[in-house]
């Protein structure tokens, strides 16, 4: 049995720190703040009573380490996973066209059907989509961007806009400009070329925090590991090849076996002593956070009647119907709409006023009803920080670093995976194996 020190408790230190319990190991888990979660949580909105998420996350059916996490945490059956890929996107002009991915055709036949049938598009673009399927076997490089590989795979403008931009901003919150082609890549052989159902979508029927946070916090009592909440890392020391140590906010110091770093990259800086770790702070500090805008909205009544939209010509991208998720699983009002825009660099310069009004117009220009309801209380949230990526051609730390018993784990660490929930687990995984291993 090890004793190991896990700094983070966002999904991929929680995911390190029940492997590691699972596996045997003594964890000791280091959270700055009160909760668990990290970037995942939800709180009561004052004004409504509703549970409101920082923001609106979607799983995968092929979030498989995800999964295989919520199953040990006894939250697998909160995600409701669509029976078949489908989402109804809603354009002010052009109206409504479904994108829909039958189960029952053999792939890719199915693919090729399905955008057949997205009225957004027409038969010379799907015709061009097959250009993708044998791009899927390659090793493109780090440094070639989503919208050089579309250019080069002849996507239409039309495709571009209706299906690529939409999809590159959802899965890897950064526009085409500056998102690596290789991360599109994984995203579409594990969803859309791997299991039949990868590219289902689902979504939580509690709030973020209900769902991880306070089950995480149940099964680490549960097993007798240390939660130390409200503590931060303040300092690591490789005194030592055969030793490290992390001082704590409380002036505590911690000798463990092995530290697993699951902090994001800036916070990870500032733990660092430069002669210790030149070359992993020279690549942290490229890092480059791109942010995601959630807007609020209440409602009188209901104004949508399925769980959630996607919206084309608009700036926000995304229309969830709280209370559809919810499902009285948790406290959503009838009315509640939350609107979502990715890589939102310009729009969260906005005045929360404006945004508002923005979220509004938009949402009322695809949900008629809308107009005839009365907006009773609106919330803005941007999650500055909501992803961090590297620029095109640098590729991230691995979970190794150039001190055996430091480990790193989060969104940012190289899983071959965009920034997202899937790669922070299978990060926070693979350190804890590693550890184990050893
Ligand atoms: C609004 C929004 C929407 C998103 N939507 C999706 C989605 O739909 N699908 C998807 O897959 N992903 C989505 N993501 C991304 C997803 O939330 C992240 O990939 C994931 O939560 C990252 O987990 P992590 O453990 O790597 O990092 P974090 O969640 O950031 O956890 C790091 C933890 O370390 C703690 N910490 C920092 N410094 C210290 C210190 N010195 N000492 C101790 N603790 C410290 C922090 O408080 C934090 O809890 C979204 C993110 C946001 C913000």
Not at 89 to 105: C, D, M, N, W
Not at 200 to 229: C, D, I, M, P, V
Not at 291 to 303: A, E, F, K, Q, T
Not at 359 to 376: D, M, R
Request: charged share 20%.
């Amino acid at each position: 049995m090890k004793n190991v020190v896990v700094l983070g408790g966002g999904f991929a230190g929680l995911a390190a720190a029940v492997k590691l319990t699972e596996l045997g190991h003594s964890v000791t888990l280091v959270e700055r703040r009160r909760q668990l979660g990290g970037r995942a949580f939800s709180f009561t909105d004052p004004t409504t009573g509703d549970t409101v998420d920082n923001g609106q996350h979607l799983f995968m059916k092929c979030y498989h380490a995800t999964l295989a996490l919520l199953q040990s945490l006894g939250a697998h059956d909160e995600v409701e996973f669509q029976n078949e890929f489908q989402i109804e996107f809603r354009h002010p002009q052009k109206g409504t066209s479904t994108l829909r991915i039958a189960k029952t055709l053999p792939r890719p036949l199915n693919v090729l059907a399905g955008f057949l049938r997205f009225k957004s598009i027409g038969l010379s673009d799907v015709l061009k989509l097959r250009n993708i399927k044998p791009e899927l076997s390659k090793q493109l490089p780090l440094s070639l961007s989503v919208s050089q590989w579309l250019e080069q795979c002849k996507q239409t403008q039309r495709l571009q806009e209706n299906f690529w931009n939409p999809l590159c901003l959802a899965a890897l919150n950064e526009p085409t400009s500056q998102a690596s082609a290789r991360y599109m890549q994984a995203v579409l052989r594990e969803g859309f070329f791997g299991s039949p159902d990868g590219a289902f979508l689902g979504y939580s029927r509690l709030g973020l925090s209900n769902l991880l946070s306070a089950r995480s916090q149940t099964f680490l009592n549960k097993h007798e590991q240390k939660l130390l909440l409200g503590l931060s890392a303040k300092r690591i020391d490789s005194v030592s090849t055969h030793e490290i140590a992390v001082h704590l906010s409380d002036n505590t110091k911690l000798t463990p076996d092995a530290i697993i770093c699951a902090i994001p990259p800036q916070a990870l800086s500032s733990l660092l002593t430069p002669h210790s770790f030149p070359e992993l702070l020279q690549k942290l500090s490229l890092y480059r956070p791109s942010p995601i805008l959630s807007v609020n909205l209440w409602y009188d009544r209901p104004c949508l009647d399925v769980p959630f939209i996607g919206m084309l010509g608009t700036q926000m991208e995304w229309a969830f119907n709280k209370h559809h998720l919810y499902q009285t699983h948790d406290h959503a009002s009838p009315g509640h709409i939350t609107l979502l825009a990715s890589a939102a660099h310009a729009l969260s310069q906005s005045q929360p006023k404006d945004l508002i009004e923005l979220a509004q117009q938009e949402f009322e220009s695809v949900a008629p009803s809308a107009s005839e309801a009365n907006l009773q209380h609106a919330r803005v949230i941007c999650e500055r920080k909501a992803t961090q990526t590297l620029p095109l051609g640098e590729s991230p730390p691995n979970t190794h670093t150039n001190h055996p018993k430091l480990l790193l784990a989060g969104d940012w660490v190289n899983t071959g995976l965009p920034a997202t929930i899937e790669s922070a687990v299978r990060s926070g995984f693979c350190a804890a194996n590693s550890v184990d291993k050893k």
